[in-house]
């Protein structure tokens, strides 16, 4: 495993309750139990090979609170722990009313590969009542095997990863195991102050979707049969395909009838959640355009 974890300070976040519950201070890692070190150590390398998906993304900062203290830590990891308090008081501040209670957890670590220390953050559902009777005390007591072993192998729903460990072009990877989009804003955008970008797959899959929907939507034929050229047209662009890409592509293999223009093109892109911020990675478009080919001529 290339993850050393060094050290972590969580807190007990509950909208529910008028304040937080703040741990001690920072805890080493070489005090933790193993069983503990071990799930954390795994499950952050688990994340940084994972590829993009419908549970992981990657994201950009867009707004400076948690990016700030974010990257203190790293500048600075004597600052974990008054940090990751700010971090708490945000997280808390961004949670809607029905959030569940949980304890953050922030994990400074190091990647022995590349030599670089990074932060993991998480988020860590705390439904449980033999949990909740060990962290409504004065302070939150230090992590214990036989308490916490389920809710960390069940219950960890939220986490991100920074910097990002695959891609150059993103500050930030992202998980959420919550599917519904207003739960995975809340921990992305509103809390870390994201951007986020959809997966390459869900994107690949929803661009002949959506081109559907787009002729549907202005009454405009939509030549079918040449959608695997078009594909094929897009599949050959050198590097990360984007709007204007399939813009250029739309035209020259003439995927729409009479009525078809740029401007309404453009108006549908602005609104539509699946191609405003449209952008994949060629190779996997090819590797996935023999399916999307099958499921057009059925």
């Known amino acids: 495993?290339?993850?050393k974890l060094i050290s972590l300070a969580y807190h007990l976040v509950d909208k529910k309750k008028p304040?937080?519950?703040f741990s001690q201070g920072v805890?080493?890692?070489?005090?933790?139990?193993?069983?503990?070190?071990?799930?954390?150590?795994e499950l952050t390398d688990k994340l940084i090979q994972t590829n993009d998906s419908g549970n992981c993304v990657s994201g950009n900062f867009q707004k400076v609170d948690a990016e700030t203290l974010i990257k203190d830590i790293l500048d600075a990891p004597e600052k974990l722990f008054d940090d990751s308090i700010e971090l708490a008081n945000i997280l808390f501040e961004s949670s809607p009313k029905n959030a569940s209670r949980g304890l953050l957890a922030i994990l400074h670590c190091?990647?022995?590969?590349?030599?670089?220390?990074f932060l993991a953050i998480y988020k860590i559902k705390c439904e449980d009542e033999k949990i909740i009777k060990i962290v409504t005390g004065e302070q939150i007591p230090q992590l214990k095997v036989?308490?916490?072993r389920d809710i960390l192998f069940r219950q960890l729903q939220k986490g991100a990863i920074y910097p990002h460990p695959n891609k150059k072009n993103f500050d930030i990877k992202v998980f959420d195991l919550q599917t519904q989009d207003e739960p995975r804003k809340y921990f992305s955008q509103v809390f870390l102050g994201c951007k986020t970008?959809?997966?390459?797959?869900?994107?690949?899959?929803r661009l002949v979707p959506e081109l559907n929907k787009f002729s549907l939507t202005n009454g405009i034929k939509f030549y079918k049969e040449k959608v695997p050229r078009f594909?094929?047209?897009?599949?050959q662009i050198k590097g990360d395909i984007e709007i204007q890409d399939v813009e250029k592509a739309i035209?020259?293999?003439?995927?729409?009838?009479?009525?078809?223009?740029?401007e309404k093109f453009h108006n549908y892109v602005i609104q539509s959640n699946d191609l405003a911020d449209f952008k994949i990675e060629s190779p996997l478009l090819l590797k996935m355009g023999t399916g999307i080919k099958r499921k057009v001529k059925n």
Not at 110 to 117: A, L, P, Q, R, T
Not at 197 to 205: G, V, Y
């Open 1 to 3: 495993m290339a993850t």
């Open 19 to 21: 304040e937080l519950k």
């Open 27 to 41: 805890i080493k890692a070489i005090d933790l139990p193993k069983e503990i070190l071990d799930f954390f150590v």
């Open 110 to 117: 190091h990647d022995g590969i590349i030599n670089k220390d």
């Open 146 to 148: 036989e308490e916490l």
């Open 197 to 205: 970008k959809l997966s390459d797959e869900h994107q690949i899959k």
């Open 231 to 235: 594909l094929s047209t897009i599949g």
């Open 251 to 262: 035209k020259e293999q003439q995927l729409f009838g009479e009525g078809y223009t740029s």
